[in-house]
Each structure stands twice: as C-alpha cells, then as structure tokens.
C-alpha cells in the first residue's frame, strides 16, 4: 500500500498541471480567434456605416417664420368627389373648401403656404389656389383615395384637428385597391421627397385615427391601438414616437431612399393601405431653390417674409435708390451726342469777306451770331491799345459782321466796317469836313 501510495502523489500532481495547461490554452485560443473572424469584422463595419443618420435642431430661420403661420387653424374639406361615390368618367374634377388658412404663392421665392393633394399613393401636387379647378385626368378604373392636407411653405404638414380630408371614390367599377380601413389609423408619407440642395432635410408624415400616446397607455386592455413609426434611411432604421416633424442630416450626394411604417404598440406592422411608403430623394449640394437657399442662411428673415405673409415686399429685394440713380445717365448720354451737332462743335465758320458790297457775302442770321458769340472770345487787349478806348475796339471787332435790318455802309477796300451805328455818325462827318477843307485850301490857291 504504501508504495501504490508513493507512485500515485506524483502522478496526480501531473494530471493536474496537465489539465490547468489544457483549459488555459483553449481559452487563450479563443480570445485570439475573435478578431480574425471575417463575419464579426464585417458585422462592426456595417454598424459604423449605418451610424451617418442623425437628427439635428430645425434651422434657426425657420423657427423664426414658423409662429407667423402658427395662429391659424386650417380647416380642409373635399367637395366633390364625394366618400364612395361612383364615377362614369375616368377625368375627375375636384372641388376643395379651405377655411382659416391663407394659400398664396410668392412671386419674388415661388412658395407659400399651399395644400398637398395625393391621388392613391403617387407623389403630391402643390395647390396654392383651392377655388381654381383641379382635373385629375386619365384615371384607371377602379378604386381611387384622394388625401388633401395644409402644409408650411417649406413642406411641413399642419396637425390640428381637420387640417386633412380623404375622400375615397370609384371609376366605372369598385376594386380592393386603393382602398382604407377607416376604421384602422392611416399613415400619409409626407417629405421627404424630390430634390433637396442643403441639410438638414425635413422628415414629416400625416396620422389619420392615430390616438396619442397617453389615451392609448390609459388601459392596456382596451381596443385603442398605440402606434410607433419605424423610419428606415439607406438602410439604417430608427424608431419615432412622436407626431413631429423631425430634421435629418447624413443624407449622401445622389439618390438616397426614406421608408415610412406604421406599427403597433408591440412593435408589429399595421396592415392597412398606405402604412408601408417608401420614397426616392435626390440630394444636390448645388442646387439653388429657394428652400435650399433658406436652409443654407442665404436669404434673411426680412427676404423670406414673403413666403409667410401675403403681399410682403421685403426693403432688400426692392429696387434701391442707387440702382435708380445709376441707370439716370442713359439719356444723358444720349442728349450729349445729339449736342455733337456740326454747327456747335465744329470748327468756325470763316468771317465773312472784309468788302461788304461783294456779291458772295451773305448777312450771318441773329441766332448764327449768338452761337459764334458763344464760341468766340473776345480778343485781348495789351497795354499798348491803351490809346483807343475798349469800348471803341469791341465796336470795331463786331463791326466785321453785317447784321440784316441795318443800312450797309460803304467803306473802302481794306477798311474794317464799324457797327452801323457808329458808322453813320463818324463816317459822314468825316465826309462834310473834307469838302470843307479842299475847299478852303482851293480858295487859298486862287488867291
């Protein structure tokens, strides 16, 4: 017994380090193993990518123009067609009722408050004058849905009580399509939709017969049905509670896709038409519509007023004193070419011929004689010409033109005529002295 005893202490104690070795390697082994699995690597990545989405506040701007818009109620209602009615045309005309909310259409941005209109599940028509006729034109025969609602100038449903209407009618015949539970809540996908130039961008839906949260948490045994949407972007999915509109940025250059679904309060899918929508957004960073323009702070509160009150004309987009002063000068410009006329500008004309009595001289008009008048100038006189006084030397110069209505005065070849004034004064006593004094001097002769 006592060497069995001898020979097994030792023995024991091997198997045991051998058996701490062994589970210690397996364990090593493993946790080496885990980040070479390409499968779990992949899965890592996969969340990181999905992780772009996010929601950020709404832009400042437009919380700014939102309470302006905030005070009224929308009240919408389809006049015709009417709930079920049968149709025997396949063109619909439809009549709508707006109360207690404005619709215009800016002209200088192009938006304003306005309705959305859906046909079934197709994209929406923008309605900014609900008294104008609405024609929906080429519809199939069958079952048709019609939902109007109030929105925002940027998009944004209104969610009071009776700011939609649906109206559901049939073409020729009644089919399953297109076709509600009345009785069950009704999601209407709303934006996002369409091109979009700046983030973030808006994510907006409509609830129809959807309670809210607290009624359908009062008893959890009753039959009212709590609801979650599930929002689905590029494949990332989040869950929403709340009937808000909510902003999104993460949005990837191109085409990206937004999915809407209405679930229960067990998180299961709703069945009823239209829960399950699915849209196509175009992302452009370069894009330069007016709502893209307002996301990225281009245009000011005072430029966008226009979008949410009717008839604003905002001091910016008006034209400025200085545009109207800098477009003054055109007919300047053009009474300064008409003043280049030859007879102003151009060179002056001769004198006439120092000999009045020749036959090629004519009188100079009075208006001809004011315009040289404007463009000549006087000649000046030096200290030399002291002799003969100023006055007498304007005389002389003017006394080179022959002004019509006055008697012409003979002078002598060579001698510059003098005002007619002059000249019959000084001429003709020049004349009578010189009989005078070759009279006397004659006399004096013969004596």
């Known amino acids: 017994m006592s060497v069995n005893k001898f020979w097994w202490t030792p023995i024991k104690k ?5 058996l701490v070795a062994v589970i210690t390697f397996q364990m090593t082994g493993c946790g080496d193993s885990e980040p070479t699995d390409p499968s779990i690597t992949q899965t890592s990545s996969a969340k990181t990518v999905k992780q772009s989405i996010s929601e950020v506040s709404p832009p400042d701007i437009i919380q700014k123009l939102h309470p302006a818009l ?26 709508l009722q707006v109360l207690d909310f404005p619709t215009f259409r800016d002209e200088t941005l192009g938006d304003g408050p306005h309705l959305h209109l859906i046909i079934d599940n197709d994209s929406d028509r923008h309605i900014y ?9 080429d519809l199939k025969p069958g079952t048709h849905t019609l939902r109007v609602f109030a929105v925002y100038p940027w998009g944004e449903s209104f969610k009071n009580d009776g700011s939609s209407a649906i109206a559901t009618f049939h073409i020729y015949t009644k089919t399953p399509n297109n076709n509600p539970d009345p009785k069950l809540p009704l999601l209407t996908y709303n934006r996002p939709q369409g091109t979009y130039g700046a983030e973030p961008i808006l994510l907006d839906f409509y609830l129809d017969n959807a309670p809210l949260h607290l009624i359908a948490q009062e008893d959890p045994e009753d039959e009212i049905i709590d609801w979650r949407i599930r929002v689905t972007v590029n494949g990332e999915s989040f869950i929403i509670e709340r009937w808000e509109p909510i902003y999104l940025k993460g949005f990837q250059p191109g085409k990206n896709w ?23 957004l175009t992302y452009d960073p370069k894009s330069q519509d007016t709502l893209s323009k307002l996301i990225r702070g281009q245009l000011s509160l005072s430029q966008a007023r226009g979008l949410v009150e009717a008839n604003y004309t905002s001091p910016t987009l008006a034209p ?62 030096s200290n030399n010409d002291s002799e003969t006084p100023i006055l007498e030397q304007i005389k002389n110069f003017f006394s080179s033109f022959e002004i019509p209505g006055l008697t012409q005065i003979e002078t002598e070849p060579g001698t510059p005529a003098a005002l007619p004034k002059i000249v019959r004064d000084q001429p003709e006593t020049e004349a009578k002295e010189a009989p005078v004094t070759e009279t006397s001097e004659s006399s004096d002769r013969l004596d």
């Open 320 to 381: 400025s004193p200085e545009i109207e002063e800098a477009s003054e000068p055109e007919p300047i410009v053009v009474e300064e070419q008409e003043v280049s006329e030859p007879e102003l500008v151009a060179p002056r004309e001769p004198l006439p011929p120092e000999n009045p009595t020749s036959e090629s001289s004519e009188p100079v008009a009075g208006n001809q004689l004011q315009k040289l008048w404007q463009n000549l100038q006087l000649p000046k006189f």
């Open 258 to 280: 937004v999915q809407l679904e209405f679930l229960d309060e067990l998180g299961e899918p709703l069945n009823n038409v239209y829960n399950n929508t699915a849209r196509v």
């Open 70 to 95: 905030d005070r009224y109620q929308p009240q919408v209602q389809i006049i015709s067609p009417q709930p079920d009615e049968l149709l025997q045309d396949n063109n619909v005309t439809v009549q």
């Open 129 to 137: 004058n609900p008294t104008e006729p609405i024609i929906l034109s």
């Open 14 to 18: 091997l198997l045991t380090i051998l």
